[in-house]
């Protein structure tokens, strides 16, 4: 899960670089042209800061909550699928102990009775896979929103232009320090998902402090 929402989030990071890219390039256009530098396309008046998927990942109380109900529904779906087979190979176990005593007619209709019930546990087992990959991804979808919700606000009460994700592999060989706000964005979101279970509806703070 977390593999994938890291995925997610390095699309919107490629997606901001090619942004920059754009507005760097019309912004040099500008002064050449008009001679009169457009201000809100110049690069240097950019606020930018990142944020650090894995650590949010590791820290964001409401993706633990969500983290552990997907793995405690993979357990008890897993379960199921054990007992029916465990149920359907004793079912096989006893035909190969009682075959000899039977007919040809019935040792048949018993075969082709187990083959039926191997082919159901079989698509048993496809839609236990299913439903788990829908589950995983409306999980993924579900925290992708409160994140970029969250710092929707948080970029306009820090008068941010644009917010990346940083991570190993993400394609940003460096990022200044100073332009880290995970920990701060970490405290803030948890902050605002423990008000939200306690049933208070409460703003993104623009001084949101933190602490390791």
């Known amino acids: 899960m977390k593999k994938n929402l890291s995925i997610v989030l390095n699309v919107v990071l490629l997606i901001a670089v090619a942004v ?13 042209e008009e001679n009169t530098p457009n201000e809100s396309l110049v690069p240097g008046n950019f606020s930018i800061a990142y944020v ?6 590791k820290n964001y109380d409401y993706f633990k909550e969500l983290e552990k109900k997907l ?3 993979r357990d ?4 199921e ?29 018993v075969e082709e009775d187990l083959r039926k019930k191997q082919q159901n546990l079989m698509m048993y087992q496809e839609q236990l896979g299913q439903q788990l990959m829908q ?7 579900d925290l992708y929103d409160k994140v ?15 917010v990346l994700t940083y991570t190993k592999g993400s394609g940003v060989l460096y990022a200044n320090d100073s332009l880290d ?8 979101l948890n902050e605002m998902y423990n008000t939200e279970k306690s049933g208070v509806k409460t703003p993104v703070m623009a001084d949101t402090t933190s602490t390791k």
């Not at 019309?26 to 050449?32: L, Q, Y």
């Not at 008890?76 to 379960?79: D, F, G, I, S, T």
């Not at 919700?149 to 941010?160: F, H, P």
């Not at 706000?181 to 803030?188: M, N, S």
């Open 20 to 32: 920059l890219y754009v507005l760097h390039f019309t912004g040099k256009s500008s002064v050449v």
């Open 181 to 188: 706000i995970t920990k701060e964005v970490i405290v803030g």
């Open 76 to 79: 008890k779906l897993n379960a």
């Open 81 to 109: 699928y054990q007992n029916r087979a465990e149920g359907l190979q004793r079912e096989i176990s006893n035909f190969q102990t009682t075959a000899g005593n039977m007919t040809i007619s019935q040792a048949r209709a």
């Open 135 to 141: 589950e995983e991804a409306q999980m993924n979808s």
């Open 71 to 73: 793995m405690d529904k």
């Open 148 to 162: 970029s919700d969250y710092l929707k606000e948080y970029g306009l009460n820090k008068q941010l232009q644009i």
């Open 52 to 57: 650090n998927s894995d650590s949010l990942l």
